[in-house]
């Protein structure tokens, strides 16, 4: 599978930004989807995870009630509504897929993802 991220920019403390992730073939339903992010001199981490079937969702703690994951099978694409951003949400910001990840400690690891998009930088300006 092939991911497109988009959606990224700069926007002020408080806004809002929707990242899309946009994948190729006609399987996607049966992959797991995530969102991962990268600030400068950081590692990557874990933001979001949404399973196959978009029956549950995982968050991690500093952007739970912040950051909304979906996805729509017949359209091929997962999204990341972020809403309340701060500067500390500063990043690029990755989409990745793979059938494998199910458990909750499995969908966000980043070693259980094969598949990654290109990153979309997102600018929160304090």
């Known amino acids: 599978v092939q991911l497109q991220a988009s959606g990224g920019g700069l926007v002020q403390a408080g806004g809002s930004l929707k990242l899309s992730c946009a994948a190729s073939g006609r399987t996607f339903s049966s992959y797991s989807m995530c969102w991962f992010r990268q600030a400068p001199g950081k590692e990557r981490e874990f933001v979001a995870a949404?399973?196959?079937?978009?029956?549950?969702?995982y968050y991690a703690d500093s952007v739970k009630g912040r950051f909304t994951i979906s996805r729509d099978n017949a359209k091929n694409t997962v999204w990341l509504q972020m809403n309340s951003l701060k500067a500390e949400d500063t990043a690029v910001y990755y989409c990745?897929?793979?059938?494998?990840?199910?458990?909750?400690?499995?969908?966000?690891?980043?070693?259980?993802?094969?598949?990654w998009g290109q990153g979309t930088q997102v600018t929160v300006s304090s």
């Open positions: 949404i399973r196959r079937s978009g029956g549950m969702t």
């Open positions: 990745a897929a793979d059938p494998r990840p199910y458990s909750e400690k499995s969908l966000q690891s980043i070693y259980e993802y094969r598949y």
